[in-house]
C-alpha cells in the first residue's frame, strides 16, 4: 500500500475536488494518511481567493522540505503535488520558487492524476528534474468528469459538484480566471452520481457550484434543465435521499423554477446561502456584482412567501476600493434589514490580475480591519439570537459524526447548525427530531425525543 496526504485549502468544491482525487488514487493502492511524514504522496489542494490563502501554502511548502528530505535520506522518495486554483493562476511560478515541488496542475486536470504521478514517480530521484516538474494547467476539452470514478460516500451528507466556473467576472474575484468559464455536468451524470451516494446510505446531498443556480445541464430527454428542476427530479427520483441543500447562488441567476422548489421541494432545506457582499449600491456597481440591494432585498421576498420559515446567510467583503464609511454602513443596514442566520466576512484583499486591484482609491488596511470588526460583531449578534430562537423547539437532526464525548452524538439541523445530543452510536446517519436545550454562538444542544433503551 502507497500513502497520500491531501491537504485541502478553500471552499467545498476544494473539499469535494480532494475526495475525488482520493477516489482516483485508491484503485492505484493509495490509502490516505493524515499525517504529511508518512506520505509516498503529498497533493495541496489550494485556493487563490484571498492573499492569505495563497501565502499559508507557500509556508506549508515550506514546512513539507524536511521531510522530503529525511525520506531521501532513507533512499524513500516523496512526490510533491500542487492542485487547485493557486496552482491554475501561479502555474510554473510555483515550482520555481519551490523546487521541491514535482508537479503542478490546476482544477480541471486533476483527472490526469495517474498518469500525472507514474510520470512524476519516474523521475522524482533524478537531478536532472529538478525545476523541470510536471504541469498540467490548460482547460482540457474533455471534461474532467467523465474520467473520474463513481463517488465514495464518506458519511451521510455528501457534496455533489454539478457545476463548475463562473462567468460573472466580479472585479474583485479570481474565481473565473482558476476555475474557468461556466459548465453544467448533464443532469443524467448528476443523477447517477447521487444515485451511487444514496445507494451508499447517503442521506443528504449539497450540490455544489461556484455559481450553481447559473445550472442549466443537458436534461435526460433533450432540452436543459435548470437547477429548479433538476432539485425537483432529484426528489422524485430518489425517494431514499432525505435532505438537498444547493452552494454558492448568484442572485443574477434566481429564477422561478429556483424559488419554486424551495415551495414544492420538502427535501430541499428552508437555507440558503445568497451573497451580497456589499449594502451599498455604489459599491455594488464597482464590484460588478450586477444586482442591486433592492433587486437583491427582493428576491429574498420571493423566497420568504414561497418557504416562510427560509433563513439566509451571506458573504460580504469590506474596503472594497473607494469604500467610504457611508458606504461601509449601507453594508450594516443590510446585515439589520435581513437578519443573517449566520455569513462569513473578509477584508477586501488584493488579487493579481483582476480589475479592483488595479483601482485607486484602495482602502487602508487599518481602516479595514477595524470595519470588518464592527461588521462581524453585528453578524454575531444575529447568529447568536438565530441559534438562540431555536431552544424549545423541535427539530430534525441528521446525525452525521461522534460528539464531544463518549456518550453524544453530533448532527446538523435543517439549517446546518451543529448540534450537540446524548445518542447512541447506532443512530449515525438518522434524522430524529430533536428538543432544542441550550444555543451558543456555534452550536446547539438537544435531546432526542424518543430513545428505545
Ligand atoms: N461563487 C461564490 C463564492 C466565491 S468566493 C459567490 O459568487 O458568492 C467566496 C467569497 O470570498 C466571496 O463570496 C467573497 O465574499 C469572498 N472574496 C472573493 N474575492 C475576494 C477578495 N479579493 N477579497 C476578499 N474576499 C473575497
Ligand atoms: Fe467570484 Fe463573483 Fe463569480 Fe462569485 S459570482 S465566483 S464572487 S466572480
Ligand atoms: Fe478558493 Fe478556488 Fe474555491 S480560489 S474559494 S478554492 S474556487
Not at 514535482?102 to 530521484?125: N, T, W
Not at 448528476?190 to 447559473?214: P, R, S
Amino acid at each position: 500500500m502507497k500513502k497520500v496526504h491531501i491537504k485541502t485549502y478553500g471552499c467545498q468544491m476544494n473539499v469535494y475536488d480532494s475526495q475525488r482525487m482520493a477516489d482516483l488514487l485508491s484503485p492505484l493502492g493509495f490509502e490516505e494518511t493524515a499525517t504529511p511524514e508518512d506520505a509516498d504522496l503529498v497533493i495541496l489542494n489550494t485556493c487563490h481567493i484571498r492573499e492569505k490563502a495563497s501565502e499559508k501554502m507557500y509556508s506549508d511548502l515550506g514546512r513539507l522540505k524536511p521531510h522530503k528530505e529525511a525520506r531521501q535520506e532513507e533512499g524513500k522518495s516523496q512526490i510533491i503535488a500542487v492542485a487547485g486554483c493557486t496552482a491554475q493562476a501561479e502555474g510554473a511560478q510555483i515550482m520555481k520558487r519551490m523546487p521541491l515541488v514535482d508537479a503542478v496542475f490546476g482544477p480541471q486536470s486533476y483527472h490526469k492524476l495517474p498518469e500525472i504521478i507514474a510520470r512524476a514517480m519516474r523521475s522524482a530521484d533524478k537531478e536532472e528534474r529538478r525545476g523541470r516538474g510536471i504541469l498540467e494547467v490548460d482547460f482540457p476539452a474533455e471534461s474532467k468528469f467523465d474520467s473520474l470514478p463513481d463517488a465514495r460516500a464518506q458519511g451521510p451528507a455528501a457534496f455533489l459538484a454539478i457545476q463548475e466556473g463562473c462567468d460573472k467576472f466580479c472585479h474583485f474575484c479570481v474565481v473565473p480566471y482558476t476555475r474557468g468559464a461556466e459548465f453544467s455536468r448533464p443532469a443524467a451524470d448528476v443523477l447517477k452520481e447521487a444515485k451511487a451516494l444514496v445507494d451508499q446510505g447517503v442521506k443528504e446531498i449539497t450540490l455544489l457550484g461556484q455559481n450553481v443556480n447559473a445550472y442549466h445541464g443537458d436534461g435526460p430527454g433533450g432540452g436543459t434543465w435548470s437547477l429548479g428542476r433538476l432539485i425537483m427530479e432529484m426528489a422524485q427520483r430518489l425517494p431514499d435521499l432525505r435532505r438537498l441543500r444547493y452552494m454558492t447562488s448568484h442572485p443574477r441567476d434566481v429564477d422561478e423554477s429556483l424559488v419554486a422548489a424551495h415551495r414544492d421541494v420538502g427535501i430541499l432545506m428552508p437555507y440558503l446561502h445568497l451573497p451580497v457582499q456589499a449594502g451599498s449600491d455604489k459599491i455594488l456597481k464597482a464590484m460588478n456584482r450586477q444586482h442591486t440591494r433592492d433587486t437583491y432585498l427582493r428576491i429574498l421576498d420571493q423566497f420568504r412567501n414561497a418557504r416562510p420559515d427560509i433563513a439566509f446567510t451571506s458573504d460580504f467583503i469590506v474596503g472594497y476600493p473607494g469604500e467610504t464609511e457611508e458606504d461601509f454602513e449601507d453594508t450594516l443596514r443590510i446585515v439589520r434589514e435581513v437578519g443573517y442566520a449566520a455569513a462569513y466576512s473578509f477584508a477586501y484583499s488584493k488579487r493579481p490580475g483582476t480589475p479592483a486591484a488595479a483601482l485607486e482609491h484602495q482602502v487602508a488596511e487599518e481602516v479595514k480591519k477595524e470595519r470588518l470588526s464592527r461588521l462581524q460583531a453585528l453578524l454575531q449578534e444575529y447568529q447568536k439570537a438565530f441559534n438562540a430562537s431555536m431552544i424549545g423547539r423541535t427539530i430534525d437532526v441528521l446525525f452525521e459524526r461522534d460528539g464531544r464525548y463518549e456518550d453524544q452524538l453530533m448532527g446538523r439541523s435543517p439549517y446546518l447548525q451543529s448540534v450537540h445530543v446524548k445518542a447512541p452510536k447506532r443512530l449515525m446517519g438518522e434524522i430524529l427530531p430533536v428538543t432544542i436545550t441550550g444555543a451558543t454562538l456555534s452550536s446547539l444542544s438537544g435531546q432526542l425525543d424518543i430513545i428505545d433503551a
